[in-house]
């Protein structure tokens, strides 16, 4: 009884509120785990017609399906699909469904900014699809290299829409990045210290942090695109000192890490599923951990070698083929680790098992290919090539698809709480195992005889034909199988029988809890003493129904979970989290308005949607907070601790601090183009300089330090005047510079300038919301949460706004 008086209070505070309101408010993190799943599989099946129609056009020699302007929306749009709208938005979906559930929490760190994620995910792949569907899809590759992709040579909306929809989902993708990370080092089991965390939740701290470092460099191309083919700045253009070999080197500092982005959270799931279909202990624990982190760092240092063919320097090419080798190392320790799990154990041949198998087996073939590609001499003939769509897909499917299948049926009878009907699903395996080799190994083949990728048609006496046809019956091999898998699922959803809990004998804590999970998880939040909790009490999901766990009960109203500290694991207080809101769905709809607005051209209007995401922002905010002091809270087992109202390090200042690890990433990412411009770029130096001043500098300077000072004290007023300051300068040093459409230099100089007044802007309107809340009664002495969070923002606007100004006038000190 007691167990069902806990339940209904626990699910009168989380439940999703009935009927579509509730839907389009609700913040709870299994909901929306599962709409981002389901969005990503129909985009999946999307991008999986446009790979049927590219078959159908390359099965046969001088096919005439489809027209050449198609054929490059088709491919462009598979692309960008698979890679953009099903392989990380599948990934966020089972990760912001399972990370809560087997840290021991009973949310993520921000549900309201999850909630945002998903909107921008919707319309920004909505404006996409729509797009393709009335015939302006993007048709310059999913890379989107210039000057193909540039005004000149793309005038339609084409390129536009990649730019502008892709972005609107990359903010998707970067409020998981931050949610992910700061969940799983601040929510966590009690005693759940860093060496007890389960092995799935290390992948994916490396690949969020991946995502926090990686994302802004492609944020940052894809915006200096846009503005060039908007606005006319010429980054790319080389007669006015561009390059298009910037965007090359923007988007593949983030795509090569995208590949382990991609990868890692699948290498997450086999090591957290084979152990349990072997029956035994991951092997290696330690040893897999630290090839995650040389995994996560060397991947960032290997993105020179997609331009091994762009005339990069001999050195160059010796030391980024060296390191494309050398990343092979920790990925085959976790091969051999995983292979040593199954020979200790005793694996038993179910269907999880069969996809695992699959992975292996087309995984190290992509991995062997990828060392071949590696290699500068045998780049430099299949670069290209079919080969390399072969080895790709060999990497990117048998690296993910496969694992993501094996964790669609280990975690299905969790999220429905019920068991396979028919059984289908080995049919299905056979049918994608056997079509995917079939389609792919014979591209390998085609390539090594010469054939480009990208073409739409190809000559009889080439030599290629069998080979295509081939191919493509693969291809439709591949979709069939895909359409049992789906059926499979349906089944079992609607018709399966119910299934006692924890149906695989795993000792991780998801199974801790009723299935399907109830909408705040656990009843009472566990304590742990090691990394399988289920073996060492295998009835803790009963104990914690009961209550005889942390935070048993409900308090206010308010959503309770508990925060830990980073390394030990040792609770450090009560975060209160808010309940379901129309501020993301309202937030996302601004944004969407902007990149409409940009997309039809309509400039004029920007400015309305840009104020109307600043009023959204300032009501999110103000509905955080309290307005009197709490003191501390009991949480059981005679533990009592401060609430996040009064906590020092809260989510909010950790959130803040990964958000702008990124920004600086985007700004080192531009501090690199201008180095670049400079010194590779043709027609250089420029032809007119920003005047050389002093003034301007040492305004900013003061600003600064104004600023600085301030976000110390916690003087609204002073960091406001500080701010402004800053903007002051910038703008004043702007009113003399070349116009930035005559010269690289000068489009370089304003992208600069306007960033670090972007962020001047924002730590203004922080201190004027500090004002406002302080007038309200929300700060106190214990209450000093938002001012720490400000000082960030503030130092970190203060600090750019000091350096651009400084580095906008050195050129003419130096002339």
Same mark, same amino acid.
């Given at each position: 009884?007691?167990a069902?008086?806990l339940h209904?209070?626990l699910?009168?505070i989380?439940?999703?509120?009935?009927?579509?309101?509730?839907?389009?408010?609700?913040?709870?993190?299994?909901?929306?785990?599962?709409?981002?799943?389901?969005a990503?599989?129909?985009?999946?099946?999307?991008?999986g017609?446009?790979?049927?129609?590219i078959?159908?056009?390359?099965a046969?020699?001088?096919?005439a399906f489809?027209g050449?302007?198609?054929?490059?929306q088709?491919?462009?749009?598979?692309?960008?699909?698979m890679?953009f709208?099903?392989?990380?938005? &599948?990934?966020e979906?089972?990760?912001?469904?399972l990370?809560?559930?087997?840290?021991?929490?009973?949310d993520?760190?921000?549900p309201r900014?999850?909630?945002?994620?998903?909107?921008?995910y919707?319309?920004g792949?909505t404006?996409?699809?729509?797009? &393709?569907?009335?015939g302006?899809a =993007?048709?310059?590759?999913?890379?989107?290299? $210039?000057?193909?992709?540039?005004?000149?040579y793309?005038p339609g909306i084409?390129s536009d829409?990649?730019?502008?929809g892709?972005?609107f989902?990359?903010i998707?993708?970067m409020?998981?990045?931050?949610?992910?990370?700061v969940t799983?080092l601040?929510?966590?089991?009690?005693?759940?210290?860093?060496?007890?965390?389960?092995?799935?939740?290390?992948?994916?701290?490396a690949?969020?942090?991946m995502?926090?470092f990686?994302?802004?460099?492609?944020?940052?191309?894809?915006?200096?695109?846009?503005v060039?083919?908007?606005?006319?700045?010429p980054?790319y253009a080389p007669?006015?000192g561009?390059? *298009?070999?910037?965007?090359q080197?923007?988007f593949?500092?983030f795509?090569? =890490?995208e590949?382990y982005i991609?990868?890692?959270p699948a290498?997450?799931?086999?090591?957290?599923?084979?152990?349990?279909m072997a029956?035994?202990?991951?092997?290696?624990?330690?040893?897999?951990?630290?090839?995650?982190?040389?995994l996560?760092f060397l991947?960032?240092?290997?993105?020179v070698?997609?331009?091994?063919?762009?005339g990069?320097?001999?050195?160059?090419?010796g030391?980024f083929?060296?390191?494309?080798?050398?990343?092979?190392?920790?990925t085959?320790?976790?091969?051999f680790?995983?292979?040593?799990?199954?020979?200790?154990?005793?694996?038993?041949?179910r269907?999880?098992?069969?996809y695992?198998?699959?992975f292996?087996?087309?995984f190290?073939?992509g991995g062997l290919t990828?060392?071949?590609?590696a290699?500068v001499p045998?780049?430099?003939q299949a670069?290209d090539?079919?080969f390399?769509?072969?080895?790709?897909?060999?990497?990117?499917v048998?690296?993910?698809?496969?694992? &993501?299948?094996?964790?669609?049926?280990?975690?299905?009878p969790?999220?429905?709480?019920?068991?396979?009907?028919?059984?289908?699903?080995?049919?299905?395996?056979?049918?994608?195992?056997?079509?995917f080799?079939?389609?792919?190994?014979?591209?390998?083949?085609?390539?090594?005889?010469?054939?480009?990728?990208?073409?739409?048609?190809?000559?009889?006496?080439m030599?290629?034909?069998?080979?295509?046809l081939l191919?493509?019956v693969?291809g439709?091999l591949?979709a069939?199988?895909?359409?049992?898998?789906?059926?499979?699922?349906?089944?079992?959803?609607?018709?399966?029988?119910?299934?006692?809990?924890?149906?695989?004998g795993?000792t991780?804590?998801?199974?801790? &809890?009723?299935?399907?999970?109830?909408d705040?998880?656990?009843?009472?939040? =566990?304590?742990?003493?090691?990394?399988? $909790?289920l073996?060492?009490? =295998?009835?803790?999901g009963v104990a914690?129904?009961?209550g005889?766990g942390?935070?048993?009960?409900?308090?206010?109203?308010?959503?309770?979970?508990i925060?830990?500290?980073?390394?030990s694991g040792?609770?450090?207080?009560?975060a209160?989290? *808010?309940?379901?809101?129309?501020s993301?769905?309202?937030?996302?709809?601004?944004?969407?308005g902007f990149?409409?607005?940009m997309?039809?051209g309509?400039?004029?209007?920007?400015?309305?949607?840009?104020?109307?995401?600043?009023?959204?922002?300032?009501?999110?905010a103000?509905?955080?907070g309290?307005?009197r002091?709490?003191?501390?809270?009991?949480?059981?087992?005679?533990?009592?601790?401060?609430?996040?109202?009064?906590?020092?390090?809260?989510?909010?200042?950790?959130g803040?601090?990964?958000?702008l690890?990124a920004?600086?990433?985007?700004?080192a990412s531009?501090?690199?183009?201008?180095?670049f411009?400079?010194?590779?770029a043709p027609n250089w130096?420029?032809?007119?300089l920003?005047?050389?001043?002093?003034?301007?500098p040492?305004?900013?300077?003061a600003?600064?330090?104004v600023?600085f000072?301030?976000g110390?004290?916690?003087r609204?007023m002073?960091?406001?005047?500080?701010?402004?300051?800053i903007?002051?300068?910038?703008?004043?040093?702007?009113?003399?510079? *070349?116009d930035?459409?005559?010269?690289?230099y000068?489009?370089?100089s304003?992208?600069?300038a306007a960033?670090?007044?972007?962020?001047?802007g924002l730590?203004?309107?922080?201190?004027?919301?500090?004002l406002?809340?302080?007038?309200?009664?929300f700060h106190?002495?214990?209450?000093g949460g938002?001012a720490r969070?400000?000082?960030?923002?503030?130092?970190?606007?203060a600090?750019?706004?000091?350096?651009?100004?400084?580095?906008?006038?050195?050129?003419?000190?130096?002339?």
């Open positions: 009884m007691n069902l008086k209904r209070e699910t009168a989380w439940r999703t509120e009935p009927g579509w309101r509730g839907h389009l408010r609700s913040v709870n993190h299994s909901d929306l785990g599962k709409r981002f799943i389901i990503a599989f129909v985009f999946f099946a999307i991008g017609v446009l790979a049927m129609l078959r159908a056009q390359l046969t020699p001088r096919s489809v050449p302007e198609v054929y490059n088709l491919f462009t749009m598979h692309g960008s699909i890679m709208l099903f392989a990380i938005p &599948m990934f979906g089972l990760t912001i469904y990370l809560p559930k087997i840290l021991g929490s009973r993520l760190a921000y900014l999850t909630a945002l994620g998903w909107w921008c919707l319309f792949g404006i996409i699809i729509l797009a &393709m569907l009335a302006v =993007p048709n310059a590759g999913w890379f989107l290299y $210039p000057p193909l992709s540039g005004k000149a793309t084409n829409v990649w730019l502008l892709i972005t989902v990359e998707s993708a409020c998981a990045a931050i949610e992910i990370t799983i601040k929510f966590r089991a009690a005693g759940m210290g860093l060496d007890r965390m389960p092995i799935f939740a290390w992948y994916l701290l690949t969020a942090g995502m926090v990686g994302f802004p460099p492609l944020i940052l191309g894809s915006i200096l695109l846009e060039e083919r908007a606005f006319g700045w980054f007669e006015l561009g390059s *298009p070999l910037l965007w080197h923007l593949w500092l795509g090569h =890490p590949v991609i990868f890692l290498a997450g799931a086999v090591s957290t599923i084979l152990p349990v029956r035994t202990r991951l092997l290696g624990h330690g040893a897999i951990v630290a090839a995650i982190m040389a996560a991947s960032f240092g290997l993105w070698h997609h331009m091994f063919t762009t990069i320097p001999h050195m160059a090419l030391f083929s060296a390191a494309s080798a050398l990343v092979a190392v920790p085959a320790v976790q091969v680790a995983w292979l040593g799990t199954l020979w200790q154990g005793r694996p038993e041949l269907l999880p098992m069969l695992l198998i699959g292996f087996i087309v190290v073939i990828g060392v071949m590609l290699m045998f780049d430099a670069h090539t079919a390399v769509t072969a080895h790709l897909h060999y990497v990117l048998g690296g993910f698809v496969f694992p &993501m299948l094996a964790a669609a049926y280990y975690w299905l969790h999220i429905t709480g019920r068991e396979r009907v028919m059984r289908i699903g080995e049919a299905a395996f056979w049918l994608i195992f056997i079509g080799n079939l389609t792919f190994f014979m591209m390998h083949l085609t390539g090594l005889l010469g054939m480009p990728r990208r073409i739409d048609t190809y000559a009889a006496g030599g290629w034909t069998w080979l295509n191919s493509s693969g439709f591949q069939f199988g895909f359409a049992l898998f789906l059926i499979d699922v349906v089944l079992q959803i609607w018709l399966g029988r119910l299934h006692r809990r924890n149906p695989w795993a991780t804590l998801e199974w801790a &809890m009723p299935t399907p999970s109830p705040y998880n656990f009843a009472s939040l =566990p304590t742990v003493t090691s990394r399988d $909790p073996a060492d009490a =295998p009835d803790l914690l129904a009961r005889d942390l935070l048993a009960g409900s308090r206010n109203g308010w959503r309770e979970t925060a830990v500290d980073m390394t040792a609770p450090e207080h009560v209160v989290l *808010p309940g379901n809101s129309w993301p769905i309202a937030t996302a709809g601004m944004l969407g990149f409409l607005a997309l039809a309509l400039y004029i209007i920007t400015p309305i949607f840009i104020l109307g995401v600043v009023w959204q922002g300032w009501r999110w103000w509905s955080n309290i307005r002091d709490v003191g501390q809270v009991t949480v059981g087992d005679g533990l009592s601790l401060p609430t996040s109202f009064e906590a020092t390090r809260t989510t909010g200042w950790w803040s601090v990964f958000a690890s920004s600086a990433t985007l700004f531009l501090l690199f183009g201008y180095a411009l400079w010194t590779i130096p420029p032809p007119a920003i005047a050389p001043s002093l003034v301007a040492l305004l900013a300077l600003g600064a330090a600023a000072h301030a110390r004290g916690g609204g002073r960091g406001l005047v500080g701010q402004v300051t903007i002051a300068a910038l703008g004043w040093l702007l009113t003399g510079a *070349p930035p459409a005559s010269h690289a000068a489009a370089t304003a992208m600069l960033y670090a007044i972007f962020h001047a730590a203004a309107i922080m201190y004027a919301f500090l406002a809340r302080a007038r309200h009664g106190s002495p214990a209450r938002e969070i400000i000082r960030l923002w503030s130092d970190h606007a600090g750019v706004g000091a350096s651009v100004a400084i580095l906008l006038v050195l050129p003419g000190w130096f002339a």
